[in-house]
């Protein structure tokens, strides 16, 4: 049983493109955090949310909590966007992954 | 402010014996937490320290242990290693406790490589 469940797995992408990555969960939450990891292994995190949306440049968050649902989206894409998308959820005691999303941004 | 740092970067041990993996969290951040993450698996919670003590654990056996320091600097230790334990393990700071409700700050993580 998967708490959290992101897609697409894999999305490839034009520069300048619009993209979406969504994640959905089955769980009550505490938060919802966004992180980008790149080649290497290090994780940067993007966005922890509760409600509503937040944005930082080019990067924007959603979540509905009603319908247990986040979405990221990256407008103008650009190659070093080039990563993997990890939707994660904390319960308040426990942290749920989802199994990334693979972006590759082509110039 | 430096960053989250761990060490070793990179470890090679063989079947059965035991490993101690240290993280040093950003200065004045007193929550670590531990993650694996694996090909198959992807991430997983291990546990969160806060003041010394285990706050959070998520579903590992116990050959799993950790602990927290005075100064916040935690060490993981893993006994009796598997093949399956073979995963990059990843620390994260955050300013307090958190059960995932303070933003993460992630080092660099320790590759360890069960033979």
């Known amino acids: 049983k998967n708490e959290v469940e992101q897609s697409p797995q894999n999305l490839t992408a034009q520069e300048g493109e619009f993209i979406t990555i969504n994640c959905s969960y089955s769980?009550?939450?505490?938060?919802l955090h966004w992180l980008q990891q790149h080649p290497g292994g290090g994780i940067v995190s993007l966005f922890m949310?509760?409600?509503g949306k937040k944005k930082h440049g080019r990067l924007i968050a959603t979540i509905n909590i009603q319908e247990k649902h986040s979405s990221l989206h990256i407008t103008a894409s650009h190659p070093r966007d080039s990563a993997v998308y990890i939707c994660?959820?904390?319960?308040?005691?426990?942290?749920?992954f989802g199994t990334g999303t693979s972006l590759t941004v082509i110039p | 402010k430096a960053g989250v740092t761990q060490t070793p970067r990179y470890l090679i041990k063989t079947r059965g014996q035991q490993v101690t993996l240290s993280c040093s969290p950003i200065?004045?951040?007193?929550?670590v937490s531990w993650y694996q993450q694996t090909p198959g698996q992807g991430l997983q919670f291990l546990f969160e320290?806060?003041?010394?003590?285990?706050?959070n654990k998520g579903n590992f056996p116990g050959r799993f242990s950790g602990r927290q320091f005075s100064n916040s600097r935690s060490e993981m230790n893993v006994s009796t290693l598997e093949l399956g334990d073979s995963a990059l393990y990843l620390c994260?700071?955050?300013?307090?406790?958190?059960?995932?409700?303070?933003?993460?700050?992630f080092g660099p993580g320790t590759r360890l490589t069960v033979l």
């Open positions: 994660a959820v904390a319960t308040g005691n426990q942290f749920y």
């Open positions: 200065s004045g951040h007193r929550s």
């Open positions: 949310l509760s409600s």
């Open positions: 769980v009550g939450i505490s938060a």
């Open positions: 994260a700071s955050s300013p307090t406790t958190s059960g995932g409700n303070n933003e993460q700050f």
């Open positions: 320290y806060f003041s010394e003590t285990q706050r």
